[in-house]
Every structure is written in C-alpha cells, then in structure tokens.
C-alpha cells in the first residue's frame, strides 16, 4: 500500500476492481452513492475469498488447523475494528448492520429500562433505522418520543434541548445526516445529556466511514456502523457499547455461541463480547471487515475527511453554476458543516427521472426519501437526487455528474 | 432509459390528460409507489352499464409514473369496467413504448395498480354480481 | 456441471478449492466437520467475487444500472432459496443464520401470542440455538417449557406426546440432530401437534442441507435453516413461515426496507418477505446462498441422502471394528434413521485429545458438547468427538479418521 | 500438537497428583472451561503466614488441562499465596513444554485460572491486606 502523501483518488481507484471496466453502456463508472454503499477494494474482496479457499471453518470450538486459524482471525478482526474507533475488543458486538445494531439496544437496554412516560429523544433527521425502532419501543414500554427540530437549512435547533431532556433516558441521534450532510454537534449534546440523567447512542452509519471517531472522547454509550457503507462487505456491522452497560444488559438474541453453560430450564451467558452473539457468526465479512477497517486507517480518517471536504466545496460551487438553470441544492452548504452527502433537484424534474438519466451517463446516484420519510415530509419535499463521495471519487466524478445534470436538463428543457 | 423520455413522454408529464378530480365520482383508488413514497389517486365516473364515463387522476410524482397514468386515463375513457379489471402491463407498455428497467417499472405501473384497484374493488362490491 | 450419474464424491472434491492443497502439516485434508459448516464450491466463491467486482450496489431503491442488476440478483436468489424447499418467495425471511430465524419467532409470534401457562414443547435433544430462545420466551411470558423424551439411544419417546401437547402453543423441534445424528420423525410429531392447536417450527440446521425438504408436504409452520451449512456462505440463512402466520405477526426488526410509509409518530410496514429484513440485507451472501442451492439441487437431494447414507453405512462398519478397543458409538447405529453425524469417544480419551491427534493427520472433527450440553448432560457424556459428512466425502475420509483414532489408541496407550 | 502428548503429560493425565478433596479447605474455586465445559475445582490448605501447605484439585477433564493441572499443583506447594495470585502463563508453559495451539490453550490454562482466582480472592478477603 502506499503512502498518503503518494496517495490520490485516482490511484485510490486503481485498488477497486469494479472502476477497472466501464459500464453496461460503455460510460466510465461515476459511482456516487457511497451513502447507500460504498465500492470494496481488491483486499477486501481477497479476504473473503482467501477465508473461503483456505481455512473456512466454524470458529471457537474447533481445535483442528483450520478452525484455530479462522478464529484467529475473526477475533483478530474484531480487535482492528475496535481500534479503529478506539474501543477493547470486548466493547464491539458483530451485528448484521448499524440497524441490528440499534435494535439490539432498542431491545435489550431499552425493554429492561424503560417504562412508561419515559423520554426517548432523537432528531427529525433520523433515518428509519434509527426511528421505527424507538417507536415500536415506544409503543412496548408507553414510553414518549420527542424530536430534536431541524431548521430549513438542515441544522439541529438546541435552543430548548434542555426541557427536551426532562424525563429522558435516552437520546439517539445520527453521525451525520444521509439526507443533507449535517453534521450532528455531538459534543453538544451529549454532555447535557449526560447531566440530565440521559444515555446517548450514535448512530454511526454515516460517521465512521467518513470521520475520525473515538469513542472514549465521544463518551456515547452506543455507537453503531455498518461495513457496507465503509469499504467492508454486507451482511456485517458493529455495536460499541459501554463495558458497565452491556454487562448490566440481558441478552438479546439467544443460542450458540452466547451461552457459557446451559440446562433445559435455564442457562447462563458467556462473557462479552460473545453474550450478544447468537449462533454461527458471519466469520467471513468481518474478517473482511478487518481488512476494510485497515484500509481507512491506513489512509488515515483525517485524510479522508480532507479528500471529502475538498471534494464538497468543488461539488458545491459547480453545483451553484447549476442555479440558474433551477438546480436546488439542500442542508448546510458550509463544507465544513456536512459531510459527504449532497441532495438536490432539478426544477421540477423529479429526482427518479434525474437519477435515470444519470444512469446513461455512468453517473450513479440515489433518488427517493432516502429511508427519511419525515424528513422530506417536513421539509416538503417529494423526493431528492442526492450525491455521495467516497475516497475513490475526485473532481472527475463532479464533472460527470455536472455534465449529466446538464443533459438531464436538456432532455426535460428546463 | 433516456430512449424512454422521448417528447410525447414529456408532453404527457407537463401537461398530464384528465388531470385533477370528479365533484361525485362513482368509484376512487389511491395507492403508493413503495420505492419513492410517490402516491397516485384515480377517480372514476362510471354508467349504469358499467361503463367508464369519466376519469380524472392527481398526484404527484416522476415523468415515468404521471406519462403513464395520463396515457392510461385516455386509453380506458368508454371502457367496461371489467375490461379495466383485466387490463395487463401491456396496456401501459403498449402506451409507453420500451425502454422502462425494472424498478422503474413500479412507477410505470403504479397508475395501473390503482386503477385496477378502483375497478376490481367495484365490481366485487356490486349485488349483482354473482 | 457434470450430471448425477457421472457424479461421484471425488468429482465433487474438484469443485470446492480448500480440498486441492494439503493442510500446513501436509496431509491431506478429510473435513469431518460439515456439521459445523460446509466448504464451499467454487461457483459459490466466484458468485461472492462477481458481485463485489461487477455490480456492488445497494437494493431495491437504486434506479441506475449496477443496482438493477444487484437487486435482480438477490431477489432471483431468494425464489430459487424458497423453490429449494417448495416455498413462495414471499414466505421466505433472510436472517443471519437459522438461530435468528428461532428469535424471530420467538419474539414476534411468541410474544404477541403467549400467556402466563402456556405450553411451549421442546425436545431433549434440542441445539442450544432451538432452546435457550424459548427459555428466555418463557421468562418473558410466563409460559410453561416441557420437553419431549430421548431414550438412551437417541430416539425421541412419542409415547406421552399428548399429554405434552396439552396446554401447547408451539412445538419447536430439530430435523436431524447434530449430535445423534437422529432423524425426528415429523411426520408422527405435526399432525399431532396440529390436533392439539398448536404451530410447529423446525430448526432445519441439520436438515435442508441433507434431506429433500418440502414445506407444503411437511405442512411446519416454520422451517429455519442456515447457509453455511449447505454450502453458502456465512452470515445468511432463511426462515421460510406461512404466509397467514408472517402477515398476521408483528415486525420483528425495524429500519430501513422493511417499511411502507413512515411518519415521526408512527409507521406502516411493507409486504412480505421484506416486512422481516430490517437495513440493508446481506446482498452478497444471499447472491451466493442462490448459487449453492443451485448446486445441491443439481446433485440433488435425494443423490444426496443416497450418498452421505453409504458412508454412514461404511463408517459405521469401520468403527465397529474399534469397539475391542475401547470405541464407543453414540446414537442410532442404523443408517436410516441418522444423518450424517457420527458422536463416539474412544475409551477414556477426552474427545479434545482424540481431535488434536486427529488434526495432526488432517482429519478435522469437532469436540466437545456440540451446543447441546443439557443433551450430553442427561445421557451423561462428558464431552463427544463427533464426524459429520456431505456431499464431498467419501470413503477415503473414513479410513483416515479410522487410521488417525488407531494413532491416537496407540498414543493413549488403549 | 502430537508432540505435546509425551509420557509424562499421560502420565499426570492417567495419575493426576494431588488428585481429590481436602476435609476443611482454606480456599476453595471452580470454574469451567468455556470451550467444552469442562469443569476444575481446586481446593488449598493456607498457614497463617500465606503458605499453600496442601492442595488437591478434582474434576474431569482433557489430557491437556488434567495434566496442566496436576504439574501445576505439584510446583505450588509450599508457596506463598501472594506469588500465587501471580503466577503468569508461563508456570504453566513451563511444566507442560510447547505445542498447545491457542484454542487449546484455553485447556492448558483452566487449572492456573482456578488457582489464581482462589489466591487473589483469598488475598482479597483478608482484613489485614491494605
Ligand atoms: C441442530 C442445529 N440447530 C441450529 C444450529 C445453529 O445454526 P447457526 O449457527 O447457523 O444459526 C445448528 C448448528 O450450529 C444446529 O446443528
Ligand atoms: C444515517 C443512517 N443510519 C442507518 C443506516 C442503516 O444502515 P444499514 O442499512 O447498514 O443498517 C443508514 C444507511 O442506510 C444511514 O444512512
């Protein structure tokens, strides 16, 4: 691997096998939806197969070779994963994604601690992952749900978080908006809610991959991301919980693995991290996983948050020559206020049709509520095309989505 | 797909036929697009013979979903409700021409889905039959 | 693909890359040790590489190229997943593993449909996975666990089952046991249960990837199998359930995908099968699952039963050549009444020391109390060796393991 | 690992020393293997100035954690319980030579686990420690 200072997007590339063909339709891959899921590299890709033409074998109990070797590394990856957000290895429960993640919490904190009339705070920038699993908690412990306001801009309003934070135990709240980038003041947050009796969960799906996180400074109780959206492959995510606190918790899913000695009529749970691990782990993706986590950290979070930054703020000018055309771009447009999430529309184009004709261009983008119904409801909008970045996306991409835009306007005579 | 936004298609999406809503209607439908949230709302005026009379449709939402049920509205105009009830993607297809990939397909059939709703919903409600 | 009669198990061998280098001791490699989880075809391999190189997309909601093609695939391979047990698409839930197929309805239907007194029927031969989910079930409910008799040779005693079945809601049984071996007679215990008005769920672990499963025919209301096991990849599995049953049960999980139309107070859910699967899916896994039912339904279950039954045959023989010296076979020792898993100890050699020595002659077998340890408790068995077989062992495995225990007799001095 | 199976491990696994109960133990512990459930008790008779005057473990278990076992009870003896609470993985690695894989280990290092925790909690407990 090289080094950073040696390092552009566009060697960046080079490591992601997907960008080495052009698309169905011969253009070059403008792939900008990193916010749904990012592309892998080729490390990533060979750890999986490695693990399956190698040492595939189940983990823990096997004392032959091979299975000695995939729990090496499988616990071994849990170890950088942990790392990469500086916290023990005992702290980061695999899950399927950062929305098992929060469920895991909505379940097995939240149906331990709440009860009626209760506050759970969040924000009205919430994607459904971390939205419908409050309310259905919600709705099991009569607890109440209050929400944090969005201005039009996009910005969290916390002028009266204090009287939000009357009664509540428990605020969780985004990283980072997928809708419009913002950055969520955490460190605003989460020492008053800490003085009101409150425990906080990150939900980090849109933080991780982008941002530089510790989880100690941070001081959230839970945070939770997903690989998919970090270079690591689906089907695996992670859950930092605070030690104290995942020991106090009853377990959530049950079975193999997160037993330390069972009787027909009652069993006792293994150590964390495992007691929230039930049945046959997803040895393979987080041991890509690990190799994912190594990528960025090699990088460097602080790089690519610069890679981004630079990138937004020449996103976001070409996009301003775009207004007169009646191009709407939405949230913060500070660069330093959003990560690398950008919505917008095309005068009244609806974002589907824009996203189409991207499409013939190579121009992958994602259009709809993207899972933040209430969102786009209170802002009131239909629907948006929304741009992502990733560390393989440079001003290139920018211009091709500029230049796609630009026929898409063509095509609709706007 | 930009084969699909020809002229005709754009013309159908700004200036959408029987657009709007019916002071009594005899029968109404609404539905959503579930990838995107769009909704579409049809209202039908229907004759004692079982006859479609009138049709008006509202909602909002892409050029693929709002080309198409403006298109349908005009196709089904003095169509027997339960001809209606039977209409296949085809007749949306056959309107829009090709060129629609599959997700898309669910706003292309979204109008479809509603006024097949509205039709069937109808005719199950009425005594007569069977 | 070659066809089945031309078919034999060393073909099959040069399908699955792990078999074509020795082990780092350079012996080469008998895996006895499918029980725990299978190796995996190259088809299946390459299905995981071709997804991550070729079309890397986020499902369902992307509208350009990679995504269409990626959502085509995952939900092309969930119908051939439900057409490999006879179900319909939408009667087939992706979970993580057959564990998580147990929670879901252990937590959706169970809590939505027990009361304080309520039976739930077990049985005593149960893996942890298909048990502590209930213990827990029970606890939160106050409902009532019993358990269906196993008799000192491993077969389920039916004799007392409608007066167990009285008072019941659900019976929860395994297809095949992974440590007996033993084949549960379905057929005797559904129609029963049926009678009694209760659901059954079968944890088909140890099933679907060895026995032809037909859901309708079996007429289960819940049938949960696991990936990894029959040659796909880990971190998916399936839980196929009847459709009234899944549309009338609240959602389990909650976030992104799995609903219709969301509002800050409250949410509507989307249809079936996705009312189930909660953020982002495990796209590659779930590609690739559709690639290893492919080629088990090449074989062919039946080939398949007809297969692993000959060399359960044949090892059952062999082993009973080591009885004079002290070799104890567990379970039914009829090759019609047992899978594939073969549980013995060799004199008073623990099973760990007799799979360490395995392992030094590349015989890779489990130890231990295959996550069933009230089983081993209740027939007092401190601990088993267990060697399971599929599609790609042969005879020649069975002389190793045979060859290897004669080295660890000769260690052991026995 | 078929090297760590040398006779004098069979041994100690066929004829475990300090093998059973003591009548009124000192200390006592008991834990169990994660890994298989194997479980080991581990019983010490303590003089008034912290030395093991007597030990004698039980259970049942694998070659590699009986034998670990019963070397380790043997190299205590005499010791005083503060350099019990001590002893690192080595005072086991060191009776027991190399060639444990590291799941194994578990087994190798169940007998040490017991014993320190019974040292540390003895220690613990004592109202004249800090
Ligand atoms: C009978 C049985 N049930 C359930 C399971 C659990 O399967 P998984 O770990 O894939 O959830 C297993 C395998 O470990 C099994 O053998
Ligand atoms: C802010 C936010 N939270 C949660 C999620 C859910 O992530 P996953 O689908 O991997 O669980 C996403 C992505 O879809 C997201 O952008």
Redesign the pocket.
């Known amino acids: 691997m090289l080094h950073l200072t040696e390092r552009s997007a566009l060697g960046i590339r080079n490591d992601f096998p997907i960008f080495s063909k052009p698309t169905a339709r011969g253009k070059r891959l403008a792939y900008l939806d990193s916010a749904a899921t990012s592309q892998k590299p080729l490390c990533v890709i060979e750890a999986l197969d490695a693990y399956y033409r190698e040492y595939n074998a189940?983990i823990h109990r096997g004392v032959y070779g091979i299975a000695e070797r995939a729990t090496e590394a499988f616990e071994s990856a849990r170890a950088r994963v942990a790392r990469f957000i500086n916290a023990e290895p005992a702290e980061l429960i695999w899950t399927r994604n950062a929305t098992e993640g929060i469920n895991l919490v909505a379940y097995a904190w939240g149906n331990a601690n709440l009860r009626r009339g209760d506050v759970i705070l969040l924000t009205e920038l919430e994607h459904h992952s971390n939205l419908v699993p409050w309310q259905l908690l919600a709705q099991r412990t009569q607890a109440e749900l209050r929400f944090i306001p969005v201005d039009e801009r996009g910005f969290l309003v916390l002028d009266a978080l204090d009287r939000l934070l009357d009664g509540c135990k428990i605020v969780a709240l985004a990283h980072v908006s997928n809708v419009l980038g913002t950055i969520v003041p955490l460190d605003a947050v989460i020492p008053r809610a800490h003085a009101a009796g409150a425990i906080v969960l990150i939900d980090g799906a849109q933080g991780a991959p982008h941002f530089p996180v510790d989880v100690k400074s941070l001081d959230a109780e839970f945070y939770a991301f997903t690989a998919h959206k970090m270079l690591g492959p689906t089907g695996v995510g992670a859950l930092y919980g605070k030690r104290e606190l995942l020991e106090s918790m009853p377990p959530f899913l049950s079975?193999?693995?997160m037993i330390r000695s069972v009787e027909y009529s009652h069993t006792t749970f293994n150590e964390l991290p495992w007691k929230f691990e039930?049945?046959?782990s997803n040895i393979a993706d987080a041991i890509a996983f690990g190799v994912a986590v190594d990528y960025l950290a090699d990088l460097g979070p602080g790089w690519i948050r610069q890679h981004e930054r630079r990138i937004m703020g020449y996103a976001l000018a070409r996009l301003g020559e775009l207004e007169a055309r009646g191009l709407h771009v939405y949230g913060p447009k500070d660069p330093d206020a959003t990560g690398s999430v950008l919505s917008f529309n095309l005068a009244d184009v609806h974002a589907h049709d824009v996203a189409s004709i991207l499409d013939t261009e190579g121009v992958c983008i994602r259009a709809g509520h993207h899972c933040a119904m209430p969102l786009m409801h209170k802002m009131g909008w239909q629907a948006t095309a929304r741009a992502s970045f990733y560390v393989y996306n440079s001003e290139d991409d920018v211009d091709a989505l500029i230049g796609a835009i630009e026929k898409a306007a063509r095509i609709f005579k706007v | 797909m930009d084969d699909f936004y020809r002229d005709y298609i754009l013309d159908h999406y700004r200036n959408p036929r029987n657009f709007g809503h019916l002071e009594a209607p005899t029968v109404s439908a609404e539905d959503l697009n579930p990838l995107c949230g769009d909704r579409i709302r049809v209202e039908l005026n229907v004759d004692d013979r079982g006859i479609v009379r009138d049709i008006r449709f509202s909602g909002k939402g892409c050029a693929i979903s709002q080309a198409s049920a403006s298109m349908l509205t005009e196709s089904v105009l003095g169509m027997p409700l339960e001809e209606v009830a039977k209409l296949s993607k085809d007749a949306v297809l056959d309107n829009v021409g090709i060129g629609i990939s599959p997700t898309r397909m669910k706003c292309a059939m979204l109008g479809l889905r509603v006024l097949k709703s509205a039709a069937i919903g109808t005719l199950a409600g009425w005594p007569d039959e069977e």
Chains 1, 3 share one sequence.
């Open positions: 189940n079975g193999g693995d039930a049945g046959t």
